[in-house]
């Protein structure tokens, strides 16, 4: 393999595995994704010592490209991309130095053939076959041809004597529904091991997602009030201001459930409400996330109608700006059906969560982008607290933001100055930026360089993909066969439908307005008061 790319800036640091050395192979080079994402968190790693000693990338695709030209290409995706940009010109010229390009047919044998011979000559002179990493960054529908080509190419091998290996990473969407699922599944396990796979979720590797367990199962102060005893509901939220933009003819196929609560949310729910793992291993943990799953029984036709909730925005002003309705977007049906917002309520049934509601939402042209994790715990008895309005004290929240601004905020009663006893809400907050000082790494940061380390804790495992289907699929048969809301129903700027409001107040209970969230990281004011 080429020239190291930590000889600009010295050795690996102390503290974590080192990956070992190995090559990544990305189908779909020419994308958005490797461009926006994948290179830049390479890049990123390489300037801060973490990629393995000898390391290389290849792009694969159907565009005709040079090495240098990928290189240029993606030199400029690193400077707009990366949140640092090219920050350190000798690291970057070494990063690039690792970078090539392959062109070939995804369908077709020969594309692959070039890329074997490729992979020869870069490993010139080592006694083993390079460590292989095979990222899918393409439509879903590209993933069994894939698959089978770098199969047939003879590009995948249990681990050698010499001891390499493969593995293969796989973006979401994981199937349409249960049964696509399995079909995936099936084909990816005729090439690859369970213990090769790695399906991503980007979520996962955002630093407050990881918190979540330290949060819980670190500190006695949380872990022994988190059960029905003392929470009242849980809701998480992923609110969006923008609309599908380029994405029309995805968003008419996938539609809000599919696209974000059938893998991003329900992953949120399960680390909320998972038991303690017997250690923070890929098995352990996601063991306890399944689970959970495996405990929410799937909605029956009835209880659809009752317990979920789908929008689709209209056409409306955001600030002096007016915006398309969905309907109105690129590549999308003028009587759309496909939601573009999704409000629903799961309850787990186990010891620790019997009758604790979970809500969960998803909303593109809301009023706020957000993404947070909001767990309302019971009032206390207002006795001492009842005489009048302003004496009224506000149950407790723990809310996590995902994002923006990763942070955690603790909500508590506290007296108000003066003579008399009045209460105020106030917020108690934990802001990542300021409290460490450091810039977060993007979660593909993370997520790559686990998937170098062999370290699948943060990737979701085949049972977990079809526990998620079993619950969604349910969900989209009901709604086939039911007579769908009047869309567009909800306006662009809002909090969504009205409906959804209405699916929490019959349990006493209210979302959290998007608009008026914050945290410690935000520009807003300190106290609610009441």
Not at 103 to 112: D, L, V
Not at 199 to 211: F, W
Not at 506 to 530: L, M, S, V
Request: aromatic share 10%; glycine share 8%.
């Amino acid at each position: 393999m080429s020239t190291d790319v930590q000889a600009a800036a010295g050795s690996v640091p102390a503290g974590g595995k080192t990956p070992e050395s190995c090559v990544m192979v990305i189908f779909g080079a020419s994308g958005d994704l490797t461009e926006r994402k994948l290179i830049p968190a390479l890049y990123n790693l390489a300037s801060e010592q973490r990629l393995p000693e000898r390391f290389a990338v290849i792009g694969y695709a159907r565009s005709e490209m040079s090495h240098e030209a990928f290189r240029q290409k993606m030199g400029d995706a690193v400077s707009e991309f990366a949140g640092t940009g090219l920050k350190d010109e000798p690291v970057w010229k070494h990063f690039a130095a690792n970078l090539h390009y392959v062109q070939g047919s995804y369908e077709e044998p020969e594309g692959y053939r070039r890329l074997r011979e490729f992979l020869s000559k870069l490993d010139h002179g080592h006694a083993s076959p390079p460590n292989a990493i095979f990222y899918l960054a393409m439509p879903p529908d590209l993933y069994a041809p894939v698959i089978q080509q770098i199969a047939g190419a003879g590009l995948v091998s249990k681990r050698s004597s010499q001891g390499s290996w493969p593995r293969i990473v796989i973006e979401k969407p994981f199937g349409h529904d249960l049964k696509t699922a399995q079909e995936l599944n099936r084909q990816v396990h005729e090439i690859f091991d369970e213990s090769q796979v790695y399906r991503i979720d980007h979520y996962l590797g955002k630093e407050t997602v990881q918190n979540i367990m330290v949060f819980r199962f670190g500190n006695s102060l949380f872990e022994p009030v988190w059960n029905r005893n003392y929470i009242d509901y849980v809701e998480i939220t992923a609110a969006e201001t923008l609309g599908v933009g380029s994405r029309g003819g995805y968003y008419e196929k996938a539609g809000a459930l599919r696209d974000m609560v059938a893998n991003h949310l329900l992953q949120l729910l399960t680390l909320t409400a998972m038991e303690p793992p017997t250690a923070f291993d890929a098995d352990s943990v996601r063991e306890q996330k399944v689970q959970v799953l495996r405990s929410i029984h799937p909605l029956m036709p009835g209880e659809v109608a009752k317990r979920t909730v789908r929008g689709q925005y209209g056409a409306g002003e955001v600030g002096a700006e007016c915006v398309l309705g969905y309907r109105e977007e690129k590549n999308v049906a003028r009587g759309s059906l496909s939601e573009t917002y999704v409000a629903l309520e799961f309850r787990i049934e186990n010891w620790r969560w019997g009758g604790v509601p979970f809500y969960l939402r998803m909303g593109k042209r809301l009023g706020r982008s957000l993404t947070e994790i909001a767990v309302h715990l019971k009032r206390t008895p207002q006795a001492l607290f009842a005489r009048t309005p302003n004496d009224y004290v506000e149950p407790n929240v723990i809310a996590w933001r995902i994002q923006p601004n990763e942070g955690i905020t603790v909500t508590f009663g506290a007296k108000r100055p003066g003579a008399q006893l009045h209460t105020a809400a106030v917020d108690m907050d934990f802001c990542y930026q300021t409290v460490f000082g450091v810039r977060l790494p993007a979660a593909y940061e993370t997520l790559l360089l686990d998937a170098m380390r062999g370290d699948a804790t943060l990737f979701t495992r085949r049972d977990e993909v079809e526990a998620q289907w079993r619950l969604i699929t349910p969900i989209e048969e009901a709604w086939a066969k039911q007579e769908p809301p009047e869309f567009p129903n909800y306006a662009v700027g809002s909090e969504g439908p009205g409906a959804a409001d209405e699916l929490l107040a019959r349990n006493g209970h209210k979302w959290r307005a998007i608009r008026d969230t914050f945290t410690g990281c935000d520009a807003a004011p300190k106290g609610k008061q009441t």
